[in-house]
């Protein structure tokens, strides 16, 4: 089952509010999501939409000490003043303030009966085993990943998991992806730094749904924004499924951006992501790499520093048999391009500059610095390709900086 992307199905929602509409209410339900109900509309939950219902980015609950919880989760992307005014608006809801902001609320409508087949009445309680007040988290739209996350709360505001729903087929992929990853950490568990647990996982009316545990967060920073784990973190991740030399023409990774670009519709995204591994396999091809185990979303928007440890989350593009050293590059360039918002040429040449050094404390010899930047965009571009072919909507005008920054198609050398 393939539900739709974000859009407009009914003339009380706005095109996010409409989607998560689709996904938590079955079909002949009755349930819908509303934005700005009346009051007394009989509803199954309530939430407070911010930072505003226009542009939703949290569904948090009204009042209490559950929305003071779904407004305590920090990452070490934000900024001090970020967290102390996130922090101050969970506050405030903590005292009813959401109760004063009537032109934000939200509720999903219909009938409280809870039946057995109900995801928020019934299926996610049994999983975590206690009765639940839910947050619902949205991602931003232009993600090749887009999914909604929902915190699952106690009465009494204590965080009990994350279900994280899988709509289409690239989201339940991951889904399933992430379990794997946490059960091996589970196996094998890290020295240097924390995961999260997988609690269990479930199918319910066409989703997928995965619940993680939650991890400790903090008000206050600690140590630098947007700081890179320390290299023996990054030496323990590569290191999980072990190490090999191998030359680079025979990576499982770029075996795995061969077979990704052959299964590609979108002729030009197909040609210059051919183009450009043909290049960097003609120039590098012969010449052995360090490969190991890659995150592959690893950035201080999945990192958390608490009580001197690191805390790591969202492993469902963990992987095997990728170049020591990506994962490095992908931290650098997300933070420029979109923590930044540069351009993906100011990007990569950031990238470059900022990785250098912890790519040479991690053995990566320093020719193939910019091969393996160009590797990562196409797997950057493949990922877009990906979300684009899901549905998802990806700006053109990314897709054409992508491309023109791949080798073979004249790129940046």
Not at 34 to 49: C, K
Not at 256 to 285: F, K, M
Not at 322 to 332: E, F, Q, S
Request: charged letters at 20%.
């Amino acid at each position: 089952m393939t539900m739709s992307p974000p859009h407009a199905s009914t003339a009380d929602a706005d095109p996010i509010l409409s989607w998560i509409g689709e996904l938590l209410c079955p079909a002949g339900s009755g349930l819908r999501v509303l934005r700005d109900p009346s009051r007394g509309t009989p509803s199954v939950a309530r939430w407070l939409a911010l930072p505003s219902a226009g542009r939703p980015r949290l569904l948090a609950p009204m009042t209490g000490a559950p929305a003071a919880a779904a407004l305590g989760q920090f990452n070490d992307s934000m900024t001090q003043s970020a967290r102390l005014r996130k922090w101050a608006v969970g506050q405030a809801l903590r005292l009813g303030a959401g109760n004063l902001r009537r032109p934000h609320h939200v509720v999903l409508a219909g009938h409280p009966q809870r039946s057995d087949d109900d995801l928020l009445g019934a299926v996610l309680p049994e999983m975590v085993g206690e009765p639940l007040v839910t947050a619902v988290m949205l991602g931003g739209a232009r993600r090749p990943n887009t999914k909604p996350v929902l915190q699952l709360l106690r009465p009494d505001g204590r965080v009990l998991g994350y279900a994280k729903v899988g709509w289409n087929d690239l989201t339940r992929e991951l889904l399933v992806n992430e379990h794997r990853a946490l059960t091996s950490w589970e196996a094998r568990p890290p020295t240097t730094f924390e995961v999260p647990r997988a609690l269990g996982s479930t199918t319910w009316n066409g989703l997928s749904i995965l619940v993680v545990s939650p991890m400790p967060h903090h008000v206050l920073r600690s140590g630098p924004r947007n700081a890179p784990p320390p290299t023996p973190t990054a030496r323990e991740l590569a290191a999980h499924d072990g190490i090999e030399e191998v030359e680079l023409a025979n990576v499982p990774f770029v075996a795995r951006l061969h077979a990704d670009t052959d299964n590609l519709v979108d002729e030009p995204i197909r040609d210059a992501a051919r183009a450009a591994i043909s290049s960097t396999i003609e120039q590098h091809g012969t010449r052995k790499i360090a490969v190991g185990t890659a995150h592959g979303d690893w950035g201080p928007w999945n990192m958390s520093r608490v009580g001197g440890r690191l805390h790591i989350w969202d492993w469902e593009r963990m992987a095997a048999g990728v170049p020591i050293g990506t994962d490095i590059l992908h931290l650098h360039f997300q933070a420029s391009s979109f923590g930044s918002r540069s351009p993906v040429r100011a990007a990569s040449s950031s990238a470059l500059a900022a990785a250098h050094g912890q790519l040479v404390e991690l053995g990566v010899d320093a020719r193939i610095h910019r091969s393996l930047l160009d590797l990562y965009l196409v797997e950057r571009l493949l990922r877009l390709a990906a979300g684009r072919s899901q549905g998802v909507p990806i700006k053109q005008e990314l897709v054409s900086e992508m491309i023109g920054m791949l080798p073979g198609r004249g790129g940046w050398r």
